[in-house]
């Protein structure tokens, strides 16, 4: 792996199944041990319910990292912490014991068979939204602008801090 300048990307997390919270916990203290990588930040843990989905209502978060890993090796660094949560994929919007999404990856934006970064829904959720401007609240999504012009669209969502 070539060396890169640390960027600044940021993780969506969430679980609705087994201990969820402890999960997402987890998970945090998981992407403060990968190689290249440091923790920064982690926004407080959210309520939401299921959208497009069943099963109990999700707990969810955003943290802030900063890592020299390039972007596609970071994705297949969150599947492998999903996978030691057991997360198993049997249909579109399962319910899951963990899930990893990135975000953001700095001001990159990837379009390749693999990742979309930003995130192709970054903008239309509000579990992603309030715990991402609660890191950042003048973070711009590269490509769409800043994030808080979004917040309007997805006010309908319920979504509570634990």
């Known amino acids: 792996m070539d060396a890169l300048a640390p960027v600044t990307a940021y993780i969506g997390i969430g679980a ?3 201990e969820a919270q402890a999960n997402v916990q987890d998970a945090i203290a998981r992407l403060a041990r990968l190689p290249g990588t440091s923790l920064l930040d ?3 843990s959210y309520r939401t319910a299921p959208i497009a989905s069943s099963g109990d209502d999700y707990i969810n978060a955003v943290a802030r990292i900063s890592t020299t890993v390039p972007a596609e090796e970071l994705l297949l660094a ?3 912490i999903e996978a030691a949560h057991g997360r198993e994929r049997p249909y579109r919007n ?5 899930d990893l999404d990135l975000l953001l990856y700095g001001d990159a934006q990837i379009a390749s068979a693999t990742l979309t970064v930003p995130h192709p829904r ?12 609660a890191l950042a609240p003048a973070i711009v999504v590269p490509g769409l602008g800043p994030a808080r012009d979004y917040l309007a669209s997805v006010a309908e969502q319920a979504i509570s801090q634990l």
């Open 122 to 133: 970054i903008t239309e959720r509000a579990f992603v939204l309030v715990p991402l401007l």
């Open 42 to 44: 982690a926004s407080a």
């Open 78 to 80: 969150l599947h492998a």
């Open 94 to 98: 399962a319910p899951r014991t963990l």
């Open 16 to 18: 609705n199944l087994g």
